[in-house]
């Protein structure tokens, strides 16, 4: 008699899919669900982006998240192999989506074809397990690892420079950050970009995929993960070394007293404290909206991005002129892009007389992360 | 007293050398290394601050102590991806 496996949360097409996956003890069945109900974000889809968003796609993780302001440029493709000539000129997020969905249809993909700024950086690492730092701005290489360390998420890191890598894991529990190992950002045009100075396409197929390899590794909780060790790959000379460091007391962003973020560096930190306003969970929404409405208060520049079918939609900025569409018989769950504007529009609507208010926490990003077959951005 | 040192990504290229051997006096500390090299490469000022010292196989602040035998390696931050 042969026994089939079988799965609660992977179809028998999945199973197929990722046989050789389930082959490995240490990743088996159990990992590959874990693996389905993982979140990451790779930001940046560059050079290092191109081998890590292939190898998370093709792995199965369940939900991953692509952010680039960036469009493809010819010179691109010596070494970001997750675009062809045709893509020149799109967005890197979204035409590296595309690329994802065809690799491996039963994932869901964000494509954020935006900035990783100081205004959506804790906002964005929230939604995710882990986050991949695949950019090559340092600016955006701290905001990472501080959104990382507020956020309690790990930041694997991946840098290149012509024939030499860099891997590690920041933020991760105990673990040092970024600012630990590199205190402050070298002076600027000290450092070469890939732009300026050239890389070795290989290169960042191999720290790419070293990122991918790391980030495995954290969702599965299997071997030694690169926490307070560095990485070094030089492919000249082709040697690969590893040194160690600590975490960094003094550091401004992890250490015993942090300046980061204690200042409105990020806009998370002027979230309303806490509230009375009975608070729907992203998870529960489809259930609350059976007996209520969904009005959608995101202005529509982000509403662009994409919305919930049936949902009323009055911009913050107009509601107090427009409160008239609405019936205050009638029950609204309120939600924004994040979670605060809508707590805003609940204390506005209230004044006005409605009573039968939720707000949705998190936002409907907070949604759209939870629902596979939800491409909301 | 003789130290084994590793230069990576851009500094390699400004010593035009992955690996060398320096001659320090007893007492010598990394920042004394580092000293030493920058008094032959000027290149090496604009990285003076952003670089990290691993004493052999560990980061260590630059007034970490040197003995004989020890190998530093020089970690200039790289930004590329
Ligand atoms: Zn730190």
Known sequence: ?377 | MRVRVLAFARLRELLASGELTLELTSGARVSDAWQMLAGRHAALEHLANSTRFARNGQIVPSDAPLADGDEIALLPPVGGG
């Open chain 1, 1 to 377: 008699m042969v026994e089939r496996t079988s799965s609660a949360r992977l179809s028998p097409r999945a199973l197929r899919r990722y046989s050789r996956h389930l082959l490995i003890p240490e990743v088996g069945l159990a990992g590959q669900e874990r693996l389905a109900a993982a979140r990451v974000l790779v930001v940046g889809a560059g050079g290092l982006g191109s081998p890590a968003l292939q190898y998370l796609a093709a792995a199965g993780v369940g939900r991953i998240g692509v952010i680039d302001d960036d469009s493809v440029d010819e010179t691109n493709l010596q070494r970001q192999t997750i675009f062809s000539g045709s893509d020149v000129g799109r967005n890197k997020a979204v035409a590296a989506a595309e690329r994802l969905r065809s690799l491996n249809p039963l994932i869901a993909i964000d494509a954020l074809p935006l900035r990783f700024g100081a205004d959506n950086a804790r906002d964005l690492v929230r939604l995710y397990d882990a986050v991949l730092d695949c950019t090559d701005r340092f600016p955006t290489r701290y905001l990472i690892s501080d959104a990382c360390v507020l956020e309690r998420k790990p930041d694997v890191y991946g840098s290149i420079f012509r024939f030499d890598g860099q891997v590690s894991i920041f933020g991760a529990e105990s673990g040092p950050c970024y600012r630990c190992l590199y205190p402050e950002a070298p002076p600027p045009g000290s450092v070469p970009s890939c732009a300026e100075g050239g890389v070795l396409g290989a290169l960042a197929g191999i720290i790419g995929t070293w990122q991918a390899s790391e980030a495995l590794k954290l969702l599965l909780g299997i071997g030694e993960p690169l926490i307070g060790r560095l990485m070094l790959v030089d492919t000249l000379g082709a040697n690969v070394r590893t040194v160690r460091f600590d975490r960094d007391p003094g550091c401004t962003a992890c250490g015993v007293r942090p300046t980061i973020g204690r200042r409105p560096l990020l806009v998370s930190d002027e979230e309303p404290s806490t509230s009375d306003v009975p608070e729907v969970e992203a998870d529960a929404l489809d259930e609350v909206l059976r007996d209520a409405f969904l009005l959608d208060v995101r202005e529509p520049h982000e509403a662009v991005l994409g919305s919930l079918e049936g949902a009323v939609q009055i911009p913050a900025s107009q509601l107090e002129g427009r409160m008239h569409e609405l019936d205050s018989a009638r029950s609204y769950v309120v939600a924004c892009r994040v979670g605060v504007k809508s707590l805003w529009a609940v204390a506005r609507l209230r004044e006005a007389g409605f009573t039968r208010l939720q707000h949705l926490q998190g936002g409907l990003l907070a949604y759209a992360a939870r629902h596979a077959e939800f491409d909301f951005f």
